[in-house]
């Protein structure tokens, strides 16, 4: 108990700490749910009853909001995060095969975090370097021209680094 | 405070040092293209290299200069040279390449790409003889992978700020509005109102506080140049919103981008950082009494914050759901105060209309169709980029003649234009000219600028599945013809893929794409039909053997699909550990 309060309270602090201390001048619900993710890459509970302390709104407003955003995930993260984009042009020189194959490659049947919780599989609708698809990222870095075999190789070496800072 | 002639004097001095100065310059994009190409490796290797070998050089990381297939893109210039550019260069490739054109003085072979500047390099073709590069006329993007878009005294170097400094020690407000009705810029954003009739719309407002507000949410996948200006020359569409602000009487701007696009969102507050340090931001710019505030504002993922009032509700921090209008936002806009808002390309013509005047822009492009065109081609084509066209040029000379067809001389099939809500051509649209009316005309739309490209390879139906699949994803939900209309259409077409599809399916995916149009309350519903129609007005036979024939004239089709959708997994968010949260909230108080 007392240990899952500690860590419960070292959250919540981490959480107040990114809300308070955001460096763009317009702060509301969104910015500071942004801030969170950032921080922690997710939202859990406590930073939506900081968030609506901190902005002065509902938990209902702050819900609405967090759960509209497809950028915000609700349980934490594993260590690392590969999106597969499957827009048009990705679609169109391979992307589907990237994504089944790279499934197969993590044992999920969707988008997810692997059992060891050492990857998450997201799916992107463009990743905004349409000219070097079909386009991945590792942790937030590009790589494009990506097979699905040189998809797998990169998820394996992030799955095999250490962990991610947020 | 920093006069004009100072900022200039200083820009002069460096850029002399750079291009003429005692070190070679490396330029490499790392936008998100370069990025992904592999180029921030490139950048390590070069700065590793060069130390190695005790090789004084100056490396830059510049946005991109447009001709994506060849990257990454190593680009030196050394004192008083011409620019060489070597392509798709590797990190392994760099030591050799120092070694050989820095060391030994000799021109690698293989990995040339062509030069650019004056002097000719001997055994490199010229850049400007290509035709990727010569059917170009560059405004918005005359900088892009040329200069750092982390330092504001290259871009002043090359001419920035000085129309600025023109408009606000020559001219009226009134005259800079007059200057871009007059040159017939129209929106770049997708629906092409006339940008200058619009900033005239908020000047007639006199509320002491108004906002323009620059559009760079753009999720049209496809399109990525709006992001492209961002991470090439963000300065451009500083000294743009500068010029809005200037002309409309507002003191506030603001750029949205989407939250992830690391690059884009560094480089754009870094360039505002850059130019409140050196007074062109705030109080008394250029010590005139001219006071502009600019700041970087993110929103989630969502495409219809691109939407103009689901923009002004994401910057409020709500879910970026559109408003109805009226009252519309030159009355009432972000936070209730007067609002203008504009694409990042649109703001980045200001610059260069202003100084060079509204004839000199008005003269370049057909029709109502003015200026040029930032096009963006990616798909089943040789040469993938961003290129700059003078408005008329056709859809051919775009795509056959810059882009270089599909690689290994396939035929085109289809081209997507404008993002998912514009529509499909196929290869007898060819001749149809980059003009806003002309494309509207034959079903499609410029729109961003995105143009796909796919070969006899593709199967019209499955690439229209993952359009209709975008815009069902995409759907905000808070109007219910949009949000039930586009999961019919995806479940349609999705059967039709899976080639289990009904005969009927045609006549009621025409009837919910009409009841979609007429009672959507933005863009996205009303158009949301348009990937359908235009694919059947295309493709029609490809639909009918689909279902009438049970057959895919590509064989993409009749497998298992992965269609992402809009719906949260529900363990996700009903998971049974969830406790009650206890909070002072608003409602119990
Ligand atoms: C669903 C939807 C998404 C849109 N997304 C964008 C966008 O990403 N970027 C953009 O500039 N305009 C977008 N627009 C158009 C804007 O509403 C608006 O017309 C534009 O930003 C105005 O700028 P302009 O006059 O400079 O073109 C979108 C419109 C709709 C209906
Ligand atoms: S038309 Fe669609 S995207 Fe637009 S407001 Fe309605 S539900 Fe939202
Ligand atoms: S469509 Fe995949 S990066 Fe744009």
């Known amino acids: 108990m007392t240990v899952a309060n500690t860590s419960n309270e070292a959250l919540r602090e981490r959480i107040q700490k990114a809300i308070t201390h955001q460096k763009r001048p317009t702060v509301t619900v969104l910015s500071s749910l942004l801030a969170v993710q950032d921080e922690i890459g997710y939202i859990p509970d406590v930073a939506i009853e900081e968030v609506a302390k901190f902005t002065d709104t509902t938990l209902n407003d702050v819900w609405g909001v967090a759960s509209f955003y497809k950028n915000f995930r609700f349980t934490p993260p594993s260590a690392h995060t590969v999106e597969v984009c499957w827009g048009p042009t990705c679609h169109l020189v391979g992307a589907t095969k990237v994504m089944t194959e790279l499934m197969g490659h993590l044992g999920l049947k969707d988008e997810g975090d692997t059992a060891d919780k050492k990857l998450t599989l997201r799916f992107n609708t463009c990743l905004g370097a349409c000219s070097q698809a079909p386009v991945i990222s590792v942790d937030h870095h590009l790589w494009g021209k990506v097979t699905p075999e040189r998809a797998c190789k990169l998820a394996d070496k992030a799955r095999e680094s250490g962990p991610k800072h947020h | 405070m920093p006069t004009y002639a100072e900022l200039k004097a200083r820009a002069d001095k460096q850029w002399q040092d750079l291009t003429a100065g005692d070190r070679p310059w490396i330029r490499v994009g790392t936008a998100l293209c370069g990025q992904a190409a592999g180029g921030v ?150 629906a092409a109102f006339p940008t200058g009739t619009k900033w005239s719309f908020l000047v007639k407002n006199t509320s002491p506080v108004k906002y323009i507000l620059c559009n760079c949410e753009e999720g049209d996948p496809g399109a990525y140049n709006d992001k492209g200006i961002l991470e090439s020359d963000p300065y451009t569409l500083v000294e743009g919103l500068l010029l809005a602000g200037y002309a409309t009487g507002s003191s506030n701007g603001i750029i949205f981008v989407r939250h992830g696009h690391d690059g884009p969102i560094d480089r754009a507050e870094m360039a505002v950082k850059q130019a409140y340090e050196n007074g062109l931001l705030g109080k008394n710019i250029l010590g005139t009494s001219f006071t502009f505030n600019i700041e970087v504002a993110l929103t989630g993922d969502s495409y219809v914050a691109g939407e103009e009032t689901a923009l002004m509700e994401a910057i409020e921090g709500h879910r970026s759901m559109p408003r109805s209008r009226p009252p519309f936002p030159a009355a009432f806009g972000v936070w209730g105060k007067p609002s203008n808002i504009n694409n990042v390309k649109s703001l980045s013509y200001a610059p260069e209309i202003i100084l060079k005047g509204a004839q000199w822009f008005s003269s370049i492009g057909v029709n109502k169709s003015k200026g040029t065109a930032i096009v963006c081609l990616s798909g089943a084509i040789k040469y993938p980029g961003w290129y700059e066209i003078p408005m008329g040029l056709s859809l051919s000379q775009v795509i056959n003649v810059i882009g270089g067809g599909p690689p290994s001389g396939k035929k085109v099939k289809l081209l997507q234009t404008g993002g ?41 139906v499955d690439l229209t599945r993952v359009l209709v699949a975008f815009c069902q994803y995409e759907s905000c939900g808070k109007c219910f013809p949009c949000r039930l209309g586009m999961t019919h259409l995806l479940e349609f077409v999705e059967r039709i893929t899976k080639l289990e599809g009904r005969p009927a399916d045609l006549a009621m995916m025409e009837s919910v794409g009409k009841n979609m149009q007429a009672g959507s309350l933005c863009g996205h519903g009303q158009l949301g039909f348009n990937p359908i129609r235009s694919a059947l007005k295309f493709f029609g036979s490809d639909f009918k053997m689909h279902i009438e024939q049970k057959k895919c004239p590509t064989g993409s089709c009749g497998k298992p699909i992965i269609s992402p959708r809009n719906t949260r997994p529900y363990a996700e968010m009903a998971r049974d550990d969830r406790q009650p949260i206890q909070v002072a909230s608003k409602a119990s108080k």
């Open chain 2, 420 to 460: 998912p809500l514009g529509g499909v051509l196929d290869a007898n649209s060819l001749n149809i000219k980059i003009d806003f009316e002309e494309m509207s005309a034959a079903g499609a739309i410029l729109g961003s600028g995105g143009i796909i490209i796919a070969d006899e390879d593709t199967c019209a």
């Open chain 2, 41 to 190: 490796e490139v950048v390590e290797a070069l700065k590793k290299t060069a130390e190695a070998k005790g090789i004084k050089v100056t490396v830059d990381e510049v946005g991109c200069i447009g001709m994506c297939y060849a990257e990454p893109l190593v680009d030196i210039q050394k004192p008083g040279e011409s620019r060489l550019f070597f392509k798709n260069v590797s990190a392994d490739d760099v030591p050799a390449l120092l070694e050989s054109y820095l060391v030994k003085n000799q021109i690698p072979t293989g990995k040339v790409f062509g030069y650019l500047g004056a002097k000719p390099i001997a055994g490199a073709p010229n850049i400007a003889d290509m035709p990727q590069w010569k059917l170009q006329n560059r405004i918005a993007l005359r900088n892009a992978g040329t200069t750092a878009p982390d330092d504001i005294f290259q871009y002043i170097a090359n001419n920035g700020f000085a129309a600025l400094n023109k408009a606000l020690t020559e001219m009226k407000p009134a005259d800079v509005i007059q200057q871009m009705i007059d040159s017939g810029l129209r929106g770049r954003g997708g």
